[in-house]
């Protein structure tokens, strides 16, 4: 029995297989090996193979500007886990860009081989489908709980800000972490803000002093008040 193989009997997605059927999946396989930061496949790009991790680590992330292989990880998938068949069943363009976390080994299995997988065994469609089902409530969740996040910030609350505890998947616990450091980041810069405003103020207000005292010493009012005094004590020596 090849690894290959012992991943695909592991895999839940698969379980409904006989040996005989995991080994023709296993031979339709085709197995590829990506160094680290190497990109698999960029957003937008059209899906044409679903991918199991043979080794290594694969990152789901969105990728920066300018920048397509760079970018925070959503998600990171590990040997014997299964990616980008969203694509092969919608059609639509890849959502988010997939790259090597590691030194990595994956094995892909093409559209056509995909979609006759799922016509003739029912049960492995069904495993495909509770696994997206799940992924995407998860996300879901997950969003749910940055759209708090965000009102927080925006209100200040930045005590109420914290990575929730059933975080499973550390690329997101890391999202999640990244998050709340902006807050505390954001917090620490308004309070430096409202001290340099405090300061500027103070700055502000005793030039305003100066100038109003320069302003009356400088009064032909004042001169005048001034050379009288002097007057009346001259008169009083």
Same mark, same amino acid.
């Given at each position: 029995?090849?690894? $290959?193989?012992?991943? $695909?009997?592991?895999?839940?997605?698969?379980?409904?297989?006989?040996? *005989?059927?995991?080994? =023709?999946?296993?031979?339709? +396989?085709? =197995?590829?090996?990506? *160094?680290?930061?190497?990109?698999?496949?960029?957003?937008?790009?059209?899906?044409?193979? @679903?991918?199991?991790?043979?080794?290594?680590?694969?990152?789901?992330?969105?990728? !920066? %500007?300018?920048?397509?292989?760079?970018?925070?990880?959503?998600?990171?998938?590990?040997?014997?886990?299964?990616?980008?068949? @969203? *694509? +092969?069943?919608?059609? $639509?363009?890849?959502?988010?860009?997939?790259?090597?976390?590691?030194?990595?080994?994956? *094995?892909?299995?093409?559209?056509?081989? &995909?979609?006759?997988?799922?016509?003739?065994?029912?049960?492995?469609?069904?495993?495909?489908?509770?696994?997206?089902?799940?992924?995407?409530?998860?996300? =879901?969740? &997950?969003?749910?709980?940055?759209?708090?996040?965000?009102?927080?910030?925006?209100?200040?609350?930045?005590?109420?800000?914290?990575?929730?505890?059933?975080?499973?998947? =550390?690329?997101?616990? %890391? +999202? %999640?972490?990244? &998050?709340?450091? @902006?807050?505390?980041?954001?917090? %620490?810069?308004?309070?430096?803000?409202?001290?340099?405003?405090?300061?500027?103020?103070?700055?502000? !207000? !005793?030039?305003?002093?100066?100038?109003?005292?320069?302003?009356?010493?400088?009064?032909?009012?004042?001169?005048?008040?001034?050379?009288? $005094?002097?007057? @009346?004590?001259?008169? !009083?020596?």
């Amino acid at each position: 029995m090849s690894d $290959l193989t012992d991943i $695909l009997q592991k895999n839940q997605v698969f379980k409904s297989l006989s040996p *005989a059927e995991i080994e =023709t999946l296993a031979g339709s +396989l085709k =197995t590829r090996s990506l *160094a680290a930061g190497q990109v698999l496949f960029n957003l937008g790009d059209p899906g044409e193979e @679903m991918i199991l991790v043979r080794e290594g680590k694969i990152a789901i992330y969105m990728p !920066d %500007a300018g920048r397509p292989e760079a970018g925070q990880a959503l998600r990171i998938f590990k040997p014997g886990e299964i990616l980008g068949e @969203m *694509a +092969l069943i919608d059609r $639509l363009p890849r959502s988010a860009s997939a790259r090597a976390e590691s030194d990595s080994t994956i *094995a892909t299995l093409g559209l056509d081989d &995909f979609r006759s997988l799922l016509a003739s065994e029912p049960e492995v469609a069904m495993s495909v489908m509770s696994g997206l089902s799940s992924r995407i409530r998860y996300t =879901t969740d &997950f969003i749910g709980e940055i759209r708090q996040w965000v009102k927080r910030l925006a209100e200040g609350n930045y005590e109420a800000i914290q990575a929730p505890g059933d975080v499973q998947d =550390t690329s997101l616990s %890391a +999202l %999640a972490a990244d &998050f709340v450091r @902006m807050a505390g980041q954001v917090r %620490a810069r308004e309070e430096k803000l409202k001290q340099e405003v405090a300061e500027l103020r103070i700055q502000i !207000d !005793d030039k305003r002093r100066k100038e109003q005292v320069n302003e009356i010493t400088q009064s032909d009012y004042y001169i005048n008040l001034k050379e009288k $005094l002097r007057a @009346m004590r001259e008169d !009083d020596d």
